[in-house]
Nanobody, 122 residues
Framework: VQLQASGGGLVEPGGSLPLSCQAS????????LGWYRQAPGTQREWVAG???????RYADSVKGRFTITRDAGKSMVYLQMGSLKAEDSAAYLC?????????????????WGQGTQVTVSS
């Protein structure tokens, strides 16, 4: 399973930036698609996720500013970031929770895409 993220860049405070992530597998096996972020010297922080049959969830730090959407037909997830702040600067990593069936044994594995850098600065 491969995840390809794109859309990072430099944006001024208060601005907006869209991210997207494409998963290489059929959407029917994906239970969660979402985003984490990690700034230098900090721990990885969960940002938002879309769970099949449940919906979207957001970290308190981005609620009301970020919107996550999932295109089931294309196995893609998008993160529209708005009202950006300097503290939003980080490498953003998309992830997918994928269900597997190994001879009747069901399990879920997490896959990661490469990070895409977001820098919020004037």
């Amino acid at each position: 399973v491969q995840l390809q993220a794109s859309g990072g860049g430099l944006v001024e405070p208060g601005g907006s930036l869209p991210l997207s992530c494409q998963a290489s597998i059929d959407n029917s096996n994906i239970t969660v698609l979402g985003w984490y972020r990690q700034a230098p010297g900090t721990q990885r922080e969960w940002v938002a996720g879309v769970t099949t049959g449940v919906g979207e969830r957001y970290a308190d730090s981005v609620k009301g500013r970020f919107t996550i959407t999932r295109d089931a037909g294309k196995s893609m997830v998008y993160l529209q970031m708005g009202s950006l702040k300097a503290e939003d600067s980080a490498a953003y990593l998309c992830y997918a929770a994928v269900k597997h069936d190994s001879g009747g044994r069901l399990y879920t594995k997490i896959y990661w895409g490469q990070g895409t850098q977001v820098t919020v600065s004037s």
